[in-house]
């Protein structure tokens, strides 16, 4: 049996396959371009190509793609086979550098946001040399970035690579101003934690509402939730673990670099976490963690749910993307070292990054936004809706030295007495950590809690780039013309602190003081959905910047606002279309027949004696006949609701009618029929309850 080394990344066209494969020139060249940009020559495409081909072959691999991630959310392919015609009547297997460079699918079908008409159906993708392609059952799978026949980015990889782009000419300027020429490129890397919920497969198909929506839209709260904590770290079950297990070797042979599991809060829920990588590689990584994951579970008869809410009641799942930055000499430059104090370098890194999320605020949230995520921001286990930065007692000491222009005297190390005197001595962080905190920084990183767990990571890391490149830029400017730089930077430091102060919260985030706080005392702002904040994408401050660093066009954000409303309107609707389904042809037929058997027994007993009591069973009965009218009342309404939406063809307009009207008919009906579970006898209900489902994998 191989062990992991043996396996890690056998699946994965990498650098170590590349240079067994290829030629030293044919490796350089290739090197060159995926380390410093340089234009691929199609001497050395035809050449990876012939190499990648013999590669993939050698696997069992009988078809190729162009791997890419559309503006669906989720990830996309075509397959063509290797095979060419040969003159005897057979096939060779052939595979061109032309076939690897550029891909020219169907673009049609795909959300364009208006940026092409659907009979205009031409698009091309092109290969991303600084992702490694992989192969996938027998397909050797190419990532690519996505665009249209106008050269508009009709995918998240494309603005990402350009959103990275941009932080790299920024902080190489400030580098260079520092003294530091060797650094040939700053690379942004992430590491998102990904939490999701496993429940029996059998169990899921008997439910429409997670079929359709990926999440429940009735249930009542099980008699036992997570008030006892006993599943968090909690030991892991034998079926969950033979499921983590496997998990983990066929992410492994992808070189995904799942590191850590564990039980989560919620019953059912759990959470992988990766280690670090390249942003353009993490986020390809993620997109194929959260394939495989769902594909291995449905192996053990289970269901992986990557829905943000899919139980009320209980802790949702959330993608915890922890961001850095990075030079290709090792060093993070977001590394307070021993005396964070004294490392200006450190500090204006740090500066620039508080500075960009109190600049961007709605950027980094509508980043985060939709229908599902809704749900969690701003419940007991997520951030809240309002972005701030946790910092920290040490460092939150440090900026206010600085801002005060006092001494600074330094945070002693505390050493941990645990008092065993067996267990080792250890000392103690300087700042503890903050989970309640949107934002917080945690020793050499950032961490961005908001993302939804089944969010592409994409589209933070996009806004994220953005607005540090931008602060990075602004600092570049003023320092290259300053005539004292000592003098210049300091001040510079000083500015950025008493400027952007009300963005660092180390408070309690779930707090609603906090709340009050942030939107009345600070000025911070407080976008509780997506359609409050989606069309601020717009905004002309976002707008200028982001074209600015050509992270995107005008069109292409005119596009990304039109679509990302329009899934959430989509979204909404196919859930409400569903609950009106499930409540009038299985929700309330159930209870009515339940209702029925009462009332037979009630019958009943009087026939056997006719002064025998029956309150229980009239009082059930009239309780249960108030609810099925009801039930009926608020699935018409719902229905009514969601017609009128079509009468209206803004976008805009249709979201905020859906937030208003659509949701709250949605929390009525639900109301109704989670009281009717609570009465109806458990034979007669035709859903497996929350009970079943978060309690049967065993």
Not at 283 to 296: A, Y
Not at 323 to 351: H, I, K, R
Request: with cysteine; hydrophobic share 40%.
């Amino acid at each position: 049996m191989k062990t992991v080394p043996e396996y890690f990344g056998s699946l994965v066209f990498d650098d170590r396959v590349m240079k067994a494969n290829l030629s030293a020139e044919v490796y350089q060249s290739l090197k060159k371009t995926i380390d410093e940009g340089a234009q691929l020559d199609i001497t050395v495409a035809n050449a990876v190509a012939s190499a990648m081909k013999d590669w993939a072959v050698a696997h069992g691999a009988t078809h190729y793609t162009h791997w890419f991630q559309p503006l669906t959310g989720i990830t996309a392919e075509k397959h063509d086979s290797f095979i060419s015609p040969s003159p005897d009547g057979g096939v060779i297997m052939d595979f061109s550098g032309k076939e690897l460079i550029k891909g020219e699918p169907d673009a049609s079908s795909f959300p364009s946001g208006g940026l092409r008409a659907t009979f205009e159906a031409r698009g091309y993708t092109a290969w991303d040399p600084t992702s490694y392609a992989f192969i996938k059952g027998k397909t050797l799978c190419i990532p690519t970035a996505f665009c249209s026949y106008g050269g508009e980015a009709l995918d998240k990889k494309t603005p990402l690579l350009r959103s990275m782009e941009a932080l790299n000419r920024q902080a190489l300027r400030i580098l260079r101003l520092f003294g530091n020429d060797s650094v040939k490129c700053v690379r942004t890397s992430v590491g998102p934690e990904q939490e999701y919920f496993l429940i029996s497969k059998e169990m899921y198909d008997q439910r429409p509402d997670l079929r359709f929506t990926g999440r429940t839209l009735f249930g009542a709260k099980s008699p036992k939730g997570q008030e006892m904590d006993d599943h968090y770290f909690g030991v892991i079950k034998p079926r969950v673990a033979a499921y983590m297990e496997e998990l983990n070797e066929e992410l492994w042979k992808l070189g995904i670099l799942a590191k850590t599991e564990h039980n989560e809060v919620a019953p059912a829920q759990h959470e992988l976490a990766p280690i670090y990588s390249t942003t353009n590689i993490a986020t390809d990584h993620n997109q194929l963690t959260m394939e495989i994951m769902q594909k291995v579970a449905a192996k053990h008869g289970l269901v992986c749910l990557l829905h943000e809410k899919p139980f009320a009641g209980v802790n949702g799942s959330g993608k915890h993307n922890n961001w850095s930055m990075a030079t290709d000499t090792g060093v993070n430059l977001l590394s307070p070292g021993e005396t964070p104090y004294e490392n200006a370098q450190f500090l204006l890194f740090l500066c620039a990054v508080i500075k960009a999320v109190d600049d961007y605020q709605d950027l980094l949230r509508l980043s985060v936004a939709t229908a599902g995520n809704d749900h969690r921001l701003g419940a007991n286990e997520a951030p809240p809706a309002v972005v701030s930065i946790f910092l920290g007692d040490e460092l939150n000491a440090v900026l206010e030295a600085i801002e005060t222009e006092q001494p600074y005297n330094g945070t002693e190390k505390t050493q941990m007495k645990l008092g065993v005197d067996v267990l080792p001595k250890f000392n103690r962080d300087t700042t503890d950590r903050n989970r309640t905190s949107p934002f917080a920084f945690t020793g050499n990183k950032f961490e961005f809690r908001m993302l939804g767990s089944s969010n592409s990571i994409a589209c933070a890391n996009i806004m994220l780039n953005s607005a540090v490149a931008e602060s990075l830029k602004i600092y570049a400017d003023r320092l290259e013309k300053a005539e004292d730089f000592e003098t210049a930077l300091h001040e510079m430091i000083r500015k950025t602190i008493k400027d952007h102060r009300r963005i660092i919260f180390n408070g309690n985030g779930y707090d609603e003081e906090w709340i009050e706080e942030a939107t009345q005392k600070r000025g911070l702002l407080n976008y509780r959905t997506t359609p409050d904040c989606m069309p601020h994408l717009l905004d002309k401050k976002n707008v200028d910047m982001l074209t600015a660093h050509g992270v995107y066009t005008k069109a292409e954000l005119k596009s990304r606002c039109d679509i990302m409303l329009d899934n959430y309107c989509k979204t909404v609707v196919i859930e409400a279309n569903t609950m009106v389904d499930m409540a009038k042809t299985q929700i309330a037929p159930a209870v009515e027949a339940y209702v029925l058997e009462v009332a037979k027994t009630a019958a009943a007993k009087k026939a056997l004696n006719a002064n025998l009591p029956c309150s229980y069973e009239s009082g059930l009965v009239t309780r249960l006949s108030t609810l099925t009218d009801a039930i009926a009342v608020k699935a018409d309404e719902l229905k009514e609701a969601v017609i009128s939406l079509r009468t209206d063809e803004d976008i805009i307009a249709q979201a905020n009618a859906i937030r208003d009207t659509i949701l709250t008919k949605m929390s009525e009906l639900r109301v109704v029929c989670d009281e009717a579970e609570t009465l109806t006898a458990k034979e007669y209900w035709p859903y497996p309850t929350y009970g079943d489902l978060l309690f049967s994998v065993g």
